[in-house]
């Protein structure tokens, strides 16, 4: 059994599938395997990479570096990370977090509560409430407030800490990470070793 930790970073942005990043996928992979980075994962705004698309990605960037597609929700309750959809049929802009969670269970995906104090209390508030499988506590867009209150409401649900860069810029990619058990050669790995996150 291979018990080696992975540096994964499950929270990256890239232009132009997400308008606000400045990130090209080509600059992503280059940082993160500067960075020591062992997983990737592009998590785009309301838009999912195809496995297609990703395949062809992961021939550029080689075996150094695994590349893997999530997304990132924009929900009327605030934002969430979602990994194990291949598609976003029924997902839409400013949807309620509640189907969103609805469709991630019915197709066996992780949500996760990404940078949840980030644009105000009650979107983090709202999330003592969710079925979500971790939070994502630091990252490039927290402050030591955020971070803090997003600590406690990690701790007092009993949910993993996810550590991310949510990189827009190539110097933020592989800034953050989550440590993780190989492998994680799909998907459906990343979505299993979600729920036991450790500190990276």
């Given at each position: 059994m291979n018990s080696r930790l992975l540096k994964v970073d499950m929270h990256v942005h890239t232009h132009p599938f997400s308008p606000c990043s400045v990130t090209t996928p080509?600059?992503?992979i280059e940082a993160a395997i500067n960075?020591?980075?062992d997983v990737l994962v592009f998590t785009d705004h309301d838009t999912i990479w195809s496995k297609q698309e990703i395949d062809e990605m992961q021939q550029w960037a080689g075996a150094q570096l695994r590349l893997l597609a999530g997304i990132e929700v924009s929900c009327l309750e605030g934002h969430f990370l979602v990994y194990g959809l291949d598609a976003i049929d029924g997902l839409h802009y400013n949807m309620p977090v509640k189907e969103l969670i609805d469709i991630a269970r019915r197709r066996e995906a992780a949500v996760v509560a990404a940078h949840p104090f980030r644009?105000?209390?009650?979107?983090?508030?709202?999330?003592?409430?969710?079925?979500?499988?971790?939070?994502?506590?630091?990252?490039?867009?927290?402050?030591?407030?955020t971070k803090a209150l997003a600590e406690k409401l990690?701790?007092?649900?009993?949910?993993?800490?996810?550590?991310?860069?949510?990189a827009h810029?190539?110097?933020?990619?592989?800034?953050?990470h989550t440590l993780l058990s190989a492998p994680?050669?799909?998907?459906?790995d990343l979505v299993r070793?979600?729920?036991?996150?450790?500190r990276g």
């Open positions: 080509h600059e992503a960075a020591g980075i644009f105000s209390m009650e979107s983090g508030n709202y999330c003592y409430k969710l079925d979500i499988d971790a939070v994502e506590v630091d990252s490039s867009n927290t402050t030591q407030t990690a701790a007092q649900r009993n949910l993993p800490r996810i550590y991310a860069s949510d810029s190539p110097r933020d990619v592989g800034s953050y994680i050669d799909t998907i459906s070793e979600i729920k036991n996150a450790t």
